[in-house]
């Protein structure tokens, strides 16, 4: 089993900046990959990032350039750098983690992007 947590999300003005957390434990291990979706509402779920155990990133063309995937291995975390932020950008982010059991998803954390 693996147990993802996100935090940071919160309410900013168009072209701040939020930085995202996923917090993985259980099977460390295992994951392959851990991924960021959001949500709006009335709209399906959606790729917005993803990063590799050997490191590889990949952004949505909607995100590239003011996007930033990370982690931290010391910390078991994954972070998402949002910047120059959209109303567009407004959505429920939700990590997931692709490990050898399956996949495992977040609670996840609202981001709201004033205009």
């Known amino acids: 089993q693996v147990q993802l947590v996100e935090s940071g999300g919160g309410l900013v003005q168009a072209g701040g900046s939020l930085r995202l957390s996923c917090a993985a434990s259980g099977r460390i291990f295992s994951i392959n990959a851990i991924l960021w979706y959001r949500q709006a509402p009335g709209k399906q779920r959606e790729l917005v990032a993803e990063i590799t155990s050997g490191g590889s990133t990949n952004y949505a063309d909607s995100v590239k350039g003011r996007f930033t995937i990370s982690r931290d291995n010391a910390k078991n975390t994954v972070y998402l750098q949002m910047n120059s932020l959209k109303p567009d950008d407004t959505a429920v982010y939700y990590c997931?983690?692709?490990?050898?059991?399956?996949?495992?998803w977040g609670q996840g954390t609202q981001v709201t992007v004033s205009s």
């Open positions: 997931n983690a692709v490990a050898v059991m399956g996949g495992y």
